[in-house]
């Protein structure tokens, strides 16, 4: 099976990770020639990007489409770029010519809901945020609560932000709301079997968010609620919809033997359990994003691909399941659209009963927020200790557990990691995530786990792969994430560029100079299989600050 992937940007989250995932079901995902792809604030060369997916669609299985990338040369160049919304609309037009090429060719694709950061940091937007920028997102939470009848400073905040700021942004903002309109009718007209609309860095009231609202309405009335879904996240996107790829497609390959139609019959789809062993912690909306997390968890599933199911009960909980488990959260399961999710307490989340393929233990958000990037506070012991042990008695049991650390944002929750590492079952789960926003990790968590299935129902699962990609999340996620980089940002001029790329090289070879020495410390002091197995080597950084990292791993001699 091959699949193409139009990636979000050039980052390795967008265009490697998928990759990676893909390989644990022996899966193979091509994405575009690097030339073509952006360079942080430069787009990609947006009408070839279009003319390489024409071309590849006669070659793969299935088609994952950043429609971003598309349609403005990236993430970035969707909030910076001065195209028409016409000229964007043209481009995603090439859908609409692939489609009668190939009618039986999966399609799914995802749309970004314009974001708004509240910070005064341009290194992602246009030009005027340096100065605007927390005005800007507070103005646009201003007209939410204007739109729902809410008290609010509208008038007052449009007063701080220059007339001429105001309107580049909003109508920015329509263009983009245009656009995404218009792949609401992808989705309807059958060009696309399934959209994503996402968002990131969002809160409960903002200009994104009453976005979101209308473009929901328009999602209702038209009845697309079983092809759209709608729930907060980015950069995880391109894994979750190559995740959806394997478990709709991976008997759906172009010369399918008949057997494996039946087994996918019998098999049916990917079930996910999904666990909270903090009291609370499923009702919680993290830091960046505008649904409990319970909610978000539950659409991550969906958008995969799989459904959720109840987690079935270890011999350790069936003698008191009875009297203790009252009445779980129902959750969300296949492709509801609930913005509410019920408190299931320290107890499973489910849908539908039977039994899971694969249990995700969530690490509820923190209640205080905390975020690795600013430096977190010290977490509460006896919720790791609930976690790990949960893990643990899954594990034993023989379970296939991913560990979604959503605690902070921006960086694994050391004590958990550590724990996970000291009672052995770090290297013994399927999948790990901890890093940037609650959507990120989750959706990655989910990816994993989707492929670990499939490609056991596939003949066998890549050990090797799934080995790489966890060891891979946890050097980023807890050794650098949550341990280096804040280290590293303690000094000058490291501290200056989380966000804003270094002006002198040699400041970004002597930190990776640092890093290269780090990181092993840091990481291997964990022990484990997956530490023994790979050497940390040639650490890099994509957009030339010190948020993301990337590196190899090599195998051990």
Known sequence: MRIALLPLDERPVNATLPAHIAAIAGVEVLTPPAEL????????????LAGWLAEVAAEVDALVVSLDMLGY???????????????????????????PRFPRLPITAVTTVMRASRSYSPAE??????QHGVELHDLGGALHREFLGEPHERERLAATVPTDVQADFW?????NHTVDLFTLGLAGRGTLDTLLVTADDTAPRAAGSLEQVWLRHWVSATGLDTRVLMYPGADEVGSVLVARALADGAAGELHERVEQVEQREQDGAVRIAVEFREEGGADRIAPYENV???AGV?????AAGAEVVPAEPTDVESSRAESSRGESGRGESGRAESSRAESTGGKPMGGEAGEADAVIVVHAPDPHRGDWARRGEATDRAVVEAVVDRVAELVEVGHSVGVADVRYVNGADPALVRALADRGVLDR???YGGWNTAGNTVGSVVAALVAHVVG???GGVDEIAESRLRWHRIVEDYAYQAVVRGELAQEQPYGDHMSVPFPDPADVESYLERCAKRLPEVAEELGGADARRWLISSPRLPWGRTFEIDFDLVPRA
């Not at 964007?88 to 010519?97: F, S």
């Not at 109508?171 to 263009?175: K, N, S, Y």
């Open 73 to 99: 040369g990236g993430l970035i160049g969707s909030r910076t770029t001065q195209d028409a919304a016409s000229a964007v609309v043209q481009r995603l037009a090439i859908l609409e010519n692939i489609r």
């Open 456 to 458: 056991h129902r596939r």
């Open 125 to 130: 937007e246009p030009e005027y945020w340096s």
């Open 171 to 175: 109508l920015r903002r329509l263009r």
């Open 37 to 48: 792809l952006p360079r942080m604030r430069t787009p990609g060369r947006a009408d070839e």
């Open 429 to 431: 789960i399927r999948a």
């Open 298 to 302: 539950a659409r991550q599933i969906a």
């Open 292 to 294: 409990p997390i319970a």
